[in-house]
């Protein structure tokens, strides 16, 4: 099983970004997927998430920037970043489980890829 999460760069505070987390070993549909990310300094937190279902979950701060989505043919799950802020700045991980619930245990993780928002 390999999560790779990739498309993080430096960009401007209100630019866009759209983070990709490639997955193989894995069928994306079978899974609940979630975004978390890691400020310099910081505890780990949660981001997205999305369901089997295809539910989607967001954590407060970024609730109507941020947009969690899959397309399992393209293996493939996305997190699409609008008006960033330099609070967003962060390491970025993809994850999976299979369990129910956004605070149940993710047993699949990616490595990061990292955001920068200068202000």
């Known amino acids: 099983v390999q999560l790779q999460a990739f498309g993080g760069g430096l960009v401007q505070s209100g630019e866009a970004l759209r983070l990709s987390c490639a997955v193989s070993?894995?069928?994306?549909?079978?899974?609940?997927w979630a975004w978390f990310r890691q400020a310099p300094g910081k505890e780990r937190e949660f981001v997205a998430r999305?369901?089997?279902?295809?539910?989607?979950y967001y954590a407060d701060p970024v609730k109507g920037r941020f947009t969690i989505s899959r397309v399992n043919a393209k293996k493939t799950v996305y997190l699409q970043m609008n008006n960033l802020k330099p609070e967003d700045t962060a390491v970025y991980y993809c994850?999976?489980?299979?369990?129910?619930?956004?605070?149940?245990?993710?047993?699949?993780w990616g490595r990061g890829t990292l955001v920068t928002v200068s202000s």
């Open positions: 994850a999976a489980n299979s369990a129910p619930g956004i605070t149940s245990p993710y047993n699949y």
């Open positions: 070993g894995l069928l994306v549909g079978n899974y609940h």
């Open positions: 999305i369901n089997r279902s295809s539910a989607t």
